[in-house]
């Protein structure tokens, strides 16, 4: 036994992590040679090199040679193939004052189904990609998989519907050409079901995040037919909660039920030049395809789609199977989870293993795990220093050893805890420490400053101290205490958030169980009965903390580096499993000794994720851009990030000027990099302002090689009535203000923005940003970017700027 209480707690908790990890893991590709009706990735890396062979954003150059490619494929598996031209939208927000627009061309291919009166499946990519990144996960991914599940279902009997192939334009700049498809294409009344496909990251497993409304039936049919599903309720929650948009949110907006699907490991490929074909995982791509597949398979070959019934709870377990049931259900077993904890702390009782203080101490040390875990990550947090993108990026390159750090600091401090509370340690160092930690949060990130989530954690760590620790708790009242913790949390999970039960009650429920089983036979002398309960105890650990850490390292990657606190959560949920372990481990006399060393160990990788540098496999990001001024003559270099690397920095200089930080009005509201350039020829866009009948017209006729164009509008009185091409838009004005339109993929012919004219006298200014493909011909490029660098947002761009006025 003595072995047990050495070993037992670190071989469970590292055994746990590391089928955590593999739980993670992408199966590997199919081959070529497949069956005819299986998805293979090895077949859709074809279209994946192909479309992802260079950056191909809305309006570019290469976005015509994907396209073309796209209906070549389509023509070639036969079959109904549209391009449908439009213009898509993004309504302004906040104060209405900004609109982004563009022109979009989606294409469509239809496999007829044998009723083509039955509501279609529609599955859904983007074959955009933003400036410089080629975009092999987002999308091009996407677009292969596609196109490799229409090769499949051909291979088969014919559907029982229609599966409509939509392949959106100008999805990175604002999900237009979803926009257009939802708002205005007729094709979208015969749409019933929405399959979406997307990427932010390249590798890891493809896990469906988010589903439309009513999704009870939908999500029984998934769990059944998807290959090795990965899916949460509470992701989906959280997700709803997320400023962040797909094309798949337009058909939620269309009432439209549906799925939505993304792999998000290796962020650092995400919007990166990284994104290429040899750097994408091609075990993402199967697993995208698996899911993706045999769900759209029975889908379309169903006599009826899935009706709208209440939202399910589900969830994968281990990334092999998925458990998905009503609310009810998971009101049964919350319940069920409700009376094991009852009857554990009775029986505690009972047989006077513990006492109700002690009880009521355990509690309390469930609450400064998580308290004081969430404190020192919170802590971390702000010493990872993430001000800008530059330095978030530098991290996601680093993302595997943060994690690991984080999660290293977070054992050690629950560690140190239980440690504490087995030997009743003394109690004013402690919450000293802790009020500590919450005053240093205050002085990280600039000039001291109120941070109330570090001091309110500071203060209730100092709180929950003196409420857990001063006297020994035993093993029963330190582990019924977090079981009984962990069930308020698993209640109020449930009534706030209901998605979210499935994290919280599975957990409880299988630490319950085993501490229900020791409890029932507790006291017994037979060493063959001691042993199966030390196993039962052992492999729930393990279990929980696989399960566990699986959600936690996925949470983490979903939500950013910049929240390393979120992990805390998740050690709560894992403890009560972990805590006769951790106990038994702590009678050590030199127990502390491990705990201390795991938290240096956490610290030192945490320190190496924010100091450690670029390197060819992980580079950090770069900009360099030539700006134009026709108004005045002027050019200049520059770039809009934070810093300035070395290579930069030269290709600021290489003209003999100077970078300095300035502003660009109307266009960089914040600082950029400027540096003096020589100016040179350029074919302008053209900008008029004029009267025309009772309103005032705004054109622009953009240059060759304009991907988008930026208008800015600054009145001396309020206008209204905006129209962009003829189109009425919700854009306002305020006088003495610039109201703002981002235009993609800009006609040839010109774009052009009206508004009612002013009555009286008055005065229009205007302004207008071109940004074109590569560097000017006739000014001298800045040279290959260095092994370690990478170029970001508008880097090797052409920008010309252009003003006008109108008086009246």
Not at 177 to 184: I, K
Not at 379 to 401: C, E, M, N, T, W
Request: hydrophobic share 50%; net charge positive.
């Amino acid at each position: 036994m003595k072995a047990i209480r050495l070993l037992g707690f670190w071989i469970c908790l590292l055994l746990g992590l590391a089928l955590a990890a593999l739980a993670q893991r992408a199966p590997p590709p199919q081959p070529a040679t497949a069956p005819p009706d299986a998805f293979s990735a090895t077949r859709a890396m074809a279209d994946v090199r192909t479309i992802a062979l260079r950056p191909h954003p809305t309006g570019s150059t290469d976005i015509v040679r994907v396209r073309d490619h796209l209906m070549g494929r389509i023509t070639a598996l036969g079959l109904e193939l549209t391009v449908r031209p439009g213009e898509g939208y993004v309504g302004p927000r906040g104060d209405g004052r900004s609109l982004i627009a563009g022109s979009v061309q989606n294409v469509i291919g239809v496999l007829p189904g044998q009723d083509r009166r039955k509501p279609a499946v529609l599955v859904m990519s983007h074959y955009d990609s933003v400036a410089n990144s080629p975009g092999a996960a987002d999308d091009a991914a996407g677009v292969a998989t596609a196109l490799e599940v229409a090769r499949a279902l051909k291979a088969g009997p014919p559907p029982a519907r229609d599966v409509i192939f939509l392949f959106t334009d100008g999805e990175e700049q604002g999900l237009l050409g979803a926009e257009a498809f939802f708002a205005r294409d007729p094709l979208r009344e015969r749409v019933g079901m929405v399959i979406n496909m997307e990427a932010r990251g390249d590798s890891g497993r493809a896990a469906m995040f988010q589903t439309g409304p009513g999704n009870g039936a939908l999500m029984a049919l998934f769990a059944r037919e998807a290959h090795r599903p990965a899916a949460n309720s509470l992701a989906a929650a959280v997700y709803e909660k997320m400023p962040n948009d797909t094309d798949f949110t337009h058909a939620v907006k269309a009432g439209l039920p549906g799925l939505n699907f993304a792999f998000i490991d290796d962020q650092l490929a995400y919007h990166t030049p990284l994104a290429r074909a040899d750097h994408l995982d091609q075990g993402s791509l199967q697993h995208l395809g698996d899911q993706v597949l045999p769900t759209v398979r029975a889908l379309a070959t169903s006599a009826d789609l899935p009706a709208k019934a209440p939202n399910a709870v589900y969830s994968d377990l281990f990334g092999l199977v998925m458990v998905s049931y009503p609310a009810p259900v998971a009101w049964g077993l919350l319940a069920l989870a409700g009376v094991l904890v009852l009857y554990a702390l009775v029986r505690g009782l009972m047989i006077r293993g513990t006492s109700a203080v002690e009880l009521l101490k355990g509690l309390c040390g469930f609450l400064l795990v998580g308290v004081s875990g969430g404190l020192v990550l919170h802590l971390a947090g702000k010493l990872l220093g993430i001000a800008d993108v530059q330095a978030h990026y530098a991290l996601l390159g680093r993302f595997d050893p943060l994690l690991l750090g984080c999660t290293a600091l977070l054992v050690g401090t629950a560690l140190a805890v239980v440690i504490g509370q087995a030997k009743g340690a003394a109690r004013i160092w402690p919450s000293l420490l802790a009020l500590a930690a919450g005053g240093v949060c205050c002085l990280i990130g600039g000039p001291p400053a109120l941070d109330p989530i570090g001091l309110g954690l500071g203060v209730a760590a100092a709180v929950l101290v003196w409420a857990s620790l001063g006297k020994p708790v035993g093993v029963l009242g330190a582990w019924i205490g977090a079981l009984f913790g962990l069930l308020i949390l698993a209640i109020a999970t449930m009534v706030l958030l209901p998605g979210g039960s499935v994290m919280t009650t599975w957990p409880l429920l299988v630490a319950a169980l085993a501490a229900v089983l020791v409890l029932a036979k507790g006291g017994t002398r037979n060493k063959k009965v001691a042993l199966a309960l030390t196993f039962f105890v052992a492999l729930a650990a393990v279990a929980v903390v696989a399960q566990v850490g699986a959600w936690g390292g996925w949470t983490f990657a979903g939500l950013g580096v910049g929240l390393p606190a979120v992990l805390a959560a998740f050690g709560l949920l894992a403890l009560p499993a972990l805590i006769p372990l951790a106990h038994d481990f702590s009678a050590l006399k030199l127990a502390a000794i491990p705990a201390t060393l795991v938290v240096g160990l956490g610290a030192g990788l945490v320190a190496y994720a924010v100091l450690a540098g670029a390197s060819p496999a992980r580079p950090e990001l770069t900009e360099a851009a030539h700006l134009s001024d026709l108004s005045t003559g002027r050019a200049w270099r520059i770039s809009t990030l934070p810093r300035l690397d070395a290579w930069s920095r030269g290709a600021l200089t290489a003209q003999g000027g100077t970078p300095t930080q300035g502003e660009l009005a109307p266009f960089f509201r914040s600082k950029a990099w400027l540096a003096e350039a020589r100016p040179v020829p350029l074919d302008p866009p053209q900008l008029v302002v004029e009267q025309a009948g009772e309103r005032l017209l705004a054109r622009v006729i953009p240059g060759p090689g304009a991907e988008y164009v930026t208008l800015r509008i600054k009145a001396d009185g309020m206008l209204a009535g905006a129209r962009l091409n003829g189109r009425p838009v919700p854009l306002t004005t305020k006088p003495g203000e610039w109201s703002s339109l981002t235009y993609h993929a800009p006609d040839p012919n010109g774009v052009t923005l009206s508004f009612s004219r002013l009555n009286g006298t008055g005065r229009v200014e205007a302004a207008a940003l071109e940004v074109r493909e590569g560097w000017p011909r006739a000014a001298p490029s800045p040279g290959a970017k260095p092994e370690g660098l990478m170029g970001w947002g508008i880097s090797d761009k052409t920008l010309v700027l252009t003003r006008a006025s109108v008086k009246w």
